[in-house]
């Protein structure tokens, strides 16, 4: 059964840092690998996804990487600021079900203070 | 082309009534998915649908919980006698085929926000 897990739980930077939020999963027969973001009270917006074939995408100034084989994914957020606060959730679509679902982590909770 | 939409966006309900929880996915989609966000937890799948079939209800409670997506209106999730457990976020997600590429994924609505007293 595929399990997903963020680390850290909760994160609080300093305006302009860069950062990277970490995602690993159990299961590596995955289709893709999807970051979303989360603001409080509201629904998701997708930020990035990885297919199971690439290493890495990016936009604006969120780069994230895939390693299938180790079960590991990771988003940098490069110079944050404030408007980056948000609940970060990381999400895989498995092979085991057919990739009928998205298997969700936690998420991890950024704050960025100016 | 407007999005997936949810509604009510907000819904208290006292204990022992019954929430109806709808969702109208993006024009064109006929796959639906329900998740649950627990308070502090991460979204879990529910259920899966089709137009007027369950394709995969794993997720779903045993009891008091069902769902359909008719051929014709919007995909229902239905709550009996609701519990305080059953407060929760409940989103709902759709697609234009069944998930079968790597590129494909799945559109998701705000939210209905259910509060059980």
């Known amino acids: 059964k595929q399990e997903v897990t963020q680390i850290p739980a909760a994160l609080s930077v300093p305006e302009g840092e860069n950062l990277v939020l970490n995602c690993s999963f159990t299961d590596s027969a995955i289709y893709n690998l999807q970051w979303f973001r989360q603001d409080p009270g509201k629904g998701l917006t997708s930020l990035l996804l990885i297919q199971s074939s690439q290493r890495e995408q990016t936009s604006g100034r969120l780069n994230a990487s895939l390693d299938k084989s180790s079960g590991r994914s990771t988003l940098y957020i490069a110079a944050s600021q404030p408007g980056d606060s948000a609940t970060y959730l990381c999400?895989?679509?498995?092979?085991?079900?057919?990739?009928?679902?998205?298997?969700f982590g936690e998420g991890t909770q950024l704050t960025v203070n100016p | 082309n407007a999005g997936v939409m949810q509604n009510p966006r907000h819904l208290v309900r006292r204990r022992g009534q019954e929430a109806r929880l709808r969702c109208s996915p993006m024009?064109?989609?006929?796959?639906v998915y329900w998740y649950r966000q627990l308070p502090e937890e991460g979204l879990k799948f529910m259920v899966y649908l089709q137009k007027e079939n369950i394709i995969d209800e794993s997720g779903m409670p045993k009891e008091r919980f069902s769902a359909e997506f008719p051929k014709e209106g919007p995909s229902i999730l239905r709550i009996q006698q609701v519990v305080r457990g059953d407060s929760a976020a409940y989103f709902c997600?759709?697609?234009?085929?069944?998930?079968?590429?790597?590129?494909?994924?799945?559109?998701f609505g705000p939210g209905t926000r259910l509060l059980v007293l």
């Open positions: 024009k064109g989609h006929s796959h």
């Open positions: 997600a759709s697609s234009l085929l069944r998930l079968a590429g790597d590129k494909e994924t799945q559109y």
């Open positions: 999400a895989v679509r498995s092979e085991e079900t057919s990739g009928s679902r998205l298997t």
